[in-house]
């Protein structure tokens, strides 16, 4: 019975998912990211971007019941936002940066202020400046030697 329930969920994900214009980014709690969301103001309709860190996110990205809470300070208040992942409000989700966190739940952030706030931020280099970066360092390395020598 169980899967017959987790099959439908995610074949409904799919459905939706084929209709939108753009796919679901992979992100985390932590990740900071754009939402661009649909407003409706009378006759007009018009894109507005809400800028935060995601503090927590609900079921799995195959589940289209899932959700996200995104977080940010304005004018000095915190301000979240819960998003359904597969609503058709949503126009686009851009991650803009990823953090080092340990847990899935960022509710803590709530309570802090100013630099107590702030995450460290995930570097994601490739293999190639990874080695570009290494090789800078040893390079360093050797320049710091000779001028000891002298």
Do not use: C, H, W
């Amino acid at each position: 019975m169980n899967s017959i329930i987790n099959e439908f969920v995610e074949q409904q994900a799919k459905v939706i998912s084929q209709v939108r214009n753009f796919s679901v980014p992979n992100f985390r709690p932590g990740d900071t990211v754009n939402v661009k969301y649909k407003i409706s103001e009378g006759s007009n309709i018009r894109i507005q971007a809400f800028k935060g860190v995601v503090i927590a996110k609900t079921k799995s990205s195959k589940n289209y019941v899932a959700s996200f809470t995104v977080r940010k300070i304005s004018s000095s208040v915190g301000v979240e936002r819960k998003f359904p992942l597969y609503s058709p409000l949503i126009a686009d989700i851009e991650v803009l940066k990823s953090a080092v966190v340990r847990k899935a739940k960022l509710y803590y952030l709530r309570k802090l202020t100013g630099k107590a706030s702030r995450l460290k931020e995930k570097l994601n280099l490739s293999s190639q400046e990874l080695t570009l970066l290494k090789d800078d360092i040893k390079q360093s390395d050797k320049d710091v030697s000779v001028e000891n020598k002298d």
